[in-house]
């Protein structure tokens, strides 16, 4: 697919903590993530964020800007990264001209749509220990590579992030990493974290082939994989 979309954008390099969308901004690009890593988020009334999707290198960053005049969350580079910016005007010739592009936006729409809800569920646990450890689950699953017997997440994640994350205070994510060090589910390698229990990691609800949905037979929420996040503009 980067063979398809590349010679019709521009590459650019941002610096780590950029922010590059934000909410409710008037969609005009699309966002392809060459190198690097990022996240979609919302902020509310008491300037809490919330943290939706986490995306690296391959992925689309917005692509339900083709279906909406405004931009449905915020988005933040978490490293250094290099982004292909290309116009909405030319990836709807492209989903137009192109069936085989057309059917891989609408895999990564119902993709993310899932994910966030899966994400929605997580948050509904009330133990902050619970959260972290199925998050960190998570990110294993969307990130993890091997390392000897287990997975680990190449990415140098702050207690500042995660605590984002789980919606907890950083002293208790903080201890909460600590605790589940002692109980030997994780571990740092070179900064990054490890997880080491896989059979917690397998039984994840995060395996959803979404490869045979239709976006165009999905409710017209689907268009926006956070419809809770965006208020009628």
């Known amino acids: 697919m980067i063979l398809t979309i590349i010679q019709f954008g521009q590459i650019k390099h941002i610096k780590k903590n950029t922010l590059i969308i934000e909410e409710k901004q008037k969609n005009e690009n699309i966002f392809f993530l060459l190198q690097g890593i990022a996240y979609n988020y919302c902020l509310f009334e008491n300037d809490s964020k919330r ?48 069936f085989l592009f057309s059917q891989k936006i609408q895999s990564s729409l119902a993709s993310k749509y899932i994910e966030n809800q899966n994400l929605l569920k997580f948050n509904s646990y009330q133990n902050s220990q619970a959260r972290l450890t199925i998050y960190l689950c998570y990110l294993a699953h969307k990130l993890g590579i ?20 789980i919606g907890a205070k950083r002293g208790t ?32 609800p995060l395996h959803t082939e979404c490869s045979n949905l239709n976006i165009f037979t999905l409710p017209s929420t689907l268009w926006n994989p956070y419809p809770h996040c965006i208020e009628d503009l």
């Not at 910016?85 to 709807?92: A, G, L, T, W």
């Not at 000897?148 to 605590?163: A, G, R």
């Not at 994510?173 to 990054?192: A, C, E, V």
């Open 51 to 98: 943290i939706l999707n986490i995306e690296n290198q391959g992925h689309f960053l917005n692509e339900d800007a083709i279906y909406q005049e405004y931009a449905s969350s915020n988005i933040k580079v978490l490293k250094n990264s290099t982004i292909l910016v290309i116009p909405i005007s030319i990836i709807k010739e492209l989903i137009h001209d192109n």
């Open 173 to 204: 994510t903080s201890r909460i990493l600590n605790q589940l060090i002692d109980q030997d589910f994780i571990y740092y390698h070179q900064k990054h974290l490890v997880i080491k229990n896989l059979n917690l990691f397998k039984i994840l």
């Open 146 to 165: 091997p390392y000897q017997d287990d997975i680990e997440i190449p990415f140098d994640f702050s207690v500042v992030f995660l605590s984002l994350l």
